[in-house]
C-alpha cells in the first residue's frame, strides 16, 4: 500500500497518478495523552491504519496526484539516523574531492558510527529545499528511506527487517565544510522524504532497488542498494545496539557516487524501484 500525507494534514492512498483521500482511516489510531509516546502514530498504528484504509476508501474522494501538495509521509519522527559513507564509490568520490572532504580525512561507517539529523529539519517533496550558508556547496544525497514500525532495541541482524514498516525515498541535503554534521545536515528543510511510504509488504528487497537523481538534464546519481556497504537490515541492528528506534524513526541509508551542488531554481528529480518518483524544488530561503 502507497500511503501519503497531502495538503492540510490529509492522509492519502495512492493509486496510479490518484490520490483517495482516506483521512478517515485516521480514527484507527488510538487517542493519546500526555506525555506523548516517543515516535510517529502513523508508523506504530500503520497496520490498523492499513486496515481501516481499505474499509474507507471506497465512495472516498479522489485527487489528481499531480494536483496535491505533498509532505513527509512520516510527521513526527523521534529522530532521522544517517549512514556516513555506506557506498564505497562515495566514499572514493569523498576522499578525491575536497569539496565533499574539506581538509577531513574520510573514515569508514563502522569509524564514524551513525550520525542523527534534527527531527525538525523533515520536509516533503512539496515544501522543496530553501539553502543556506549559499555561499557553500549545497549537495544532494539521495538515498533509501526505512521507517521503523515498532520499538527497535538491539535487535539481531536476523529479524532486523521485522522492524521496519515501509520504505520512502530520502534526500540528505548536506552543506560542505568543517561543521559536524549535525548542523549541516540539521537545517530547516535538509531532510526530504517522499513521495509516499510504500508498506514493507510490497518491497521484495530493499538491498537491491535502482535509484537515481537528475538536476536539469543531468543524471547525478545512479546506483543500486545492493551496493550498500551496510545493508538495511545491518543498519537497523547496528543503530539499535545504541539507542531504541521507535515507530516513524527513519534511517537514511547513505548515498551512492555523484553527489553535487544545486542552487536556487533546480529540481531535483528522485527515482525510486517499488516507490516511485518525487521532485522536490530548490530556492534560497
Ligand atoms: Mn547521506
Known amino acids: 500500500m502507497r500511503l501519503c500525507r497531502f495538503d492540510d494534514n490529509r492522509l492519502g492512498l495512492v493509486e496510479g497518478d490518484q490520490v483517495i483521500d482516506v483521512t478517515g482511516a485516521l480514527d484507527a489510531i488510538p487517542a493519546q495523552t500526555w506525555p506523548l509516546q516517543p515516535g510517529d502514530p502513523l508508523a506504530a498504528n500503520l497496520s490498523a491504519v492499513c486496515a481501516r484504509v481499505t474499509e474507507v476508501k471506497s465512495g472516498a474522494t479522489a485527487h489528481s496526484l499531480a494536483g496535491v501538495k505533498l509532505l513527509s509521509p512520516i510527521a513526527t519522527p523521534s529522530k532521522i539516523i544517517g549512514a556516513p559513507v555506506n557506498y564505497s564509490a562515495h566514499a572514493d568520490e569523498a576522499k578525491a574531492d575536497q569539496g565533499v572532504a574539506h581538509g577531513q580525512t574520510i573514515l569508514s561507517i563502522e569509524e564514524y558510527g551513525p550520525f542523527l539529523k534534527a527531527s525538525s529539519s523533515l520536509v516533503g517533496p512539496s515544501e522543496g529545499v530553501g539553502l543556506r550558508l549559499t555561499d557553500r556547496r549545497n549537495d544532494h544525497e539521495v538515498e533509501l528511506a526505512a521507517i521503523i514500525g515498532k520499538v527497535a532495541d ?12 515501509a520504505y520512502s525515498i530520502g ?4 552543506v560542505r565544510g568543517k561543521e559536524d554534521r549535525s548542523m549541516r545536515k540539521s537545517i530547516d ?4 522524504m517522499g513521495p509516499w511510504l510504500v508498506t514493507a509488504d510490497e518491497i521484495d528487497d530493499p538491498n537491491n532497488l535502482d535509484f537515481s537523481i537528475t538536476v536539469g538534464d543531468e543524471v547525478r546519481q545512479k546506483s543500486n542498494t545492493s551496493y550498500l556497504i551496510y545493508n538495511v537490515q545491518k543498519l537497523v541492528s547496528w543503530c539499535s545496539s545504541f539507542y531504541a528506534l521507535y ?15 544545486v542552487t ?8 525510486m524501484e517499488g516507490i516511485g518518483r518525487m521532485d522536490v ?3 534560497h530561503a
Open 154 to 165: 538491539r535487535v539481531p541482524e536476523e529479524n532486523a527487517l521485522d522492524y521496519v514498516c
Open 171 to 174: 534526500l540528505d541535503m548536506t
Open 264 to 271: 536556487d531554481g533546480d529540481i531535483m528529480v528522485c527515482e
Open 281 to 283: 524544488a530548490v530556492r
Open 247 to 261: 515507530p516513524g524513526d527513519i534511517i537514511m541509508t547513505g548515498t551512492p557516487e555523484g553527489v553535487g551542488p
Open 189 to 192: 528543510s535538509y531532510s526530504v
